[in-house]
Nanobody, 121 residues
């Protein structure tokens, strides 16, 4: 019923920038909080940034000041602008969205397939 598709990942040198995008499609009443998580090899998935439907944002301490999350409600998309990238940022990045649908009238978290971000010289 709901699909999330990420794009924009790739290989970038340390200090470089990447912009990730995530588009939601399907049948739903509303999309509440959207966010980005990441998982590096051998580590647990961790929160990177979230943004509410009203635009309030939260960031992990490790990315604060370097990353910026934004959303376009009309297009059902969320973006993550990543600047001053470090090798430690290398991970698979996942898009998430809290969605309310007719078949399940409670907020349910949906996840995308993930996109690889590699920071290396």
């Amino acid at each position: 019923q709901v699909q999330l598709v990420e794009s924009g990942g790739g290989l970038v040198q340390p200090g470089g920038s990447l912009r990730l995008s995530c588009a939601a499609s399907g049948s739903f009443f509303s999309i509440n909080t959207m966010g980005w998580y990441r998982q590096a090899p051998g580590k647990q998935r961790e929160l990177v940034a979230t943004i509410s439907s009203g635009g309030s944002t939260n960031y992990a301490d490790s990315v604060k000041g370097r990353f910026s999350i934004s959303r376009d409600n009309a297009k059902n998309t969320v973006h993550l602008q990543m600047n001053s990238l470090k090798p430690e940022d290398t991970a698979v990045y996942y898009c998430s969205a809290g969605v309310v649908t007719a078949s399940f009238p409670r907020e349910y978290d949906y996840w995308g397939q993930g996109t690889q971000v590699t920071v290396s010289s």
